[in-house]
């Protein structure tokens, strides 16, 4: 039962466009998600966060928004970078015992 | 240099075999979580420990095992091994079991090792 899902395995954008990242969740007792993006041969590092108090959190070049109706969440990138390339993984927590729960990530390609 | 430690970083074994996987959280962290990550799969979470004690299990197999030794750091024990076990495996370290530590949940990943059997 997969609880966190990224659909799009691939993504791939044109350099200095938007990219958009989507992770639907099914467990509504979900109140914290997480982005993390991985380099191949490194460790996923942490990008940005929200809280379901919240629908929008910015950060730079990312913003995360998130429609708790829809159970749904969203990761932009503006504008779009070659160093974005990677694999993004999107966790989500429903602070009962800290566990993050991973979606299958979505590997974005950044075209120059 | 994230801070977490994994040892070795590369690993090639025959099928059959066990093999150890070693991890140093990092300094101060008392939680140690453990994920594999076969190809093109996502992170599945397999067990984690809390001040040497198992806190949390997930999809970890029987042939697998871990602990969490009194200097913190955790070994991951993997027996019998399958080809289907090449994957990529990581440690994470957190200061706690919780959300307080800002942002980013408080975890912390290493860079992981890569398990390849044979």
């Known amino acids: ?112 | 240099d994230s801070g977490v430690t994994q040892t070795p970083k590369h690993l090639i074994t025959a099928t059959g075999q066990r093999v150890t996987l070693r991890c140093s959280p990092r300094s101060g962290d008392l939680s140690v979580y453990w994920y594999q990550q076969s190809l093109d799969q996502g992170l599945q979470f397999l067990i984690q420990y809390y001040n040497g004690e198992e806190r949390a299990k997930g999809n970890i197999l029987e042939r697998f095992s871990a602990q969490q030794f009194p200097d913190l750091h955790s070994e991951l024990n993997l027996s019998s091994l399958e080809l289907g076990d090449s994957a990529l495996y990581f440690c994470a370290s957190s200061a706690e079991v919780g959300r307080d530590l800002g942002p980013d949940y408080g975890y912390t990943f290493g860079s992981g090792t890569r398990l390849t059997v044979v």
């Open chain 1, 1 to 112: 039962d997969q609880q966190v899902k990224q659909n799009s395995p691939s993504l791939s954008v044109q350099e200095g466009r938007i990219s958009i990242l989507n992770c639907d969740y099914t467990n509504s007792m979900f109140d914290y998600f997480l982005w993390y993006k991985k380099y191949p041969a490194e460790g996923p590092t942490f990008l940005i966060s929200i809280s379901s108090i919240k629908d929008k959190n910015e950060d730079g070049r990312f913003t995360v928004f998130l429609n708790k109706s829809a159970k749904h969440l969203s990761l932009h990138i503006v504008p779009s970078q070659p160093g974005d390339s990677a694999v993004y993984f999107c966790a989500a927590s429903d602070g009962s015992n800290y566990q993050l729960i991973w979606g299958a990530g979505t590997k974005l390609i950044i075209k120059p």
